[in-house]
């Protein structure tokens, strides 16, 4: 896999500042989020846990600039998703972040390579990271895919020609390709058994460190908690939480 030399410094600004932020979906009385402040470092990684409904998808949404506040600001590299326009949000997204989403998001009719090389298409930047070149930019890809179990013809084969585990794998991998600073994965391994699961663990918390990416890892699962280096709990955080969120 090929490394970031322009990585943000640890030391420099966060690499995610959440001020003031609140949000509501609309026709809905009150808000699912009110967070004061929430700053991540380059390289951090973060477990967000919380009940169904309390709003961690919605708080990925926010980050990634799918969402925008209501009020406050989301910042990514210094930089307000408010004040970018929709084509902008979109290029500094492919630019900057992978995202492992709950329903993985492939496209049906590429091969499990092409899925994961698509944030090269997308962008530049991801694309010059992965690889001077296509060839070796289809190394970096399968190198991913390799270090998550799909090996051989699976590459090659159709996206919707796999089962969930392995597509949830393949999500992964494409998050990962180009090393982006940050990557955002809602409930990645709830396809998947325990043995690979921690594959799949070693493979994302290895892959952002060597990277130097940020990670926010949102999971039910309790037992991977202790592998992250904080532990946001959602409720404690977000003081539009409900009563029965924060018990
Ligand atoms: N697109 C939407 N439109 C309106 N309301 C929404 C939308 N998406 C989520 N919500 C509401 O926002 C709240 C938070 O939802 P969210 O999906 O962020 O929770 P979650 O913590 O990720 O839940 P889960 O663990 O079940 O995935 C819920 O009350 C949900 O009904």
């Not at 794998?169 to 058994?193: F, I, K, Q």
Request: with cysteine; net charge neutral; charged share 25%.
């Amino acid at each position: 896999m090929s490394g970031r030399p322009d990585a943000v410094p640890a030391a420099a600004a966060p690499l995610l500042r959440l001020s003031g932020l609140r949000h509501g979906w609309p026709g809905e009385a009150r808000d699912v989020l009110d967070i004061d402040t929430l700053d991540l470092a380059a390289g951090q990684t973060a477990f967000v846990r919380g009940p169904s409904g309390c709003g961690k998808s919605t708080l990925l949404a926010l980050i990634a600039g799918v969402q925008r506040a209501r009020a406050g600001s989301v910042e990514l590299l210094g930089q307000d998703w408010a004040g970018l326009s929709g084509s902008a949000c979109d290029r500094r997204r492919a630019d900057h972040i992978g995202i492992v989403f709950q329903q993985f998001n492939l496209l049906p009719y590429l091969s499990v390579l092409d899925n994961v090389l698509l944030p090269c298409r997308l962008s530049a930047l991801r694309a010059s990271r992965a690889g001077a070149d296509a060839a070796t930019r289809e190394r970096s890809a399968r190198e991913l895919l390799d270090r998550v179990g799909l090996r051989g013809e699976l590459a090659t084969r159709r996206a919707d020609r796999l089962s969930v585990g392995q597509q949830q794998r393949v999500a992964a991998a494409r998050a990962l390709v180009g090393a982006p600073e940050l990557v955002l994965a809602d409930e990645p391994t709830s396809a998947l058994d325990e043995t690979r699961r921690d594959a799949f663990m070693d493979l994302l918390l290895g892959a952002c460190a060597e990277a130097g990416s940020t990670l926010v890892f949102v999971s039910h699962d309790a037992r991977l908690a202790p592998r992250f280096d904080r532990v946001i709990d959602l409720p404690t955080l977000n003081r539009a939480a409900t009563a029965e969120e924060a018990a």
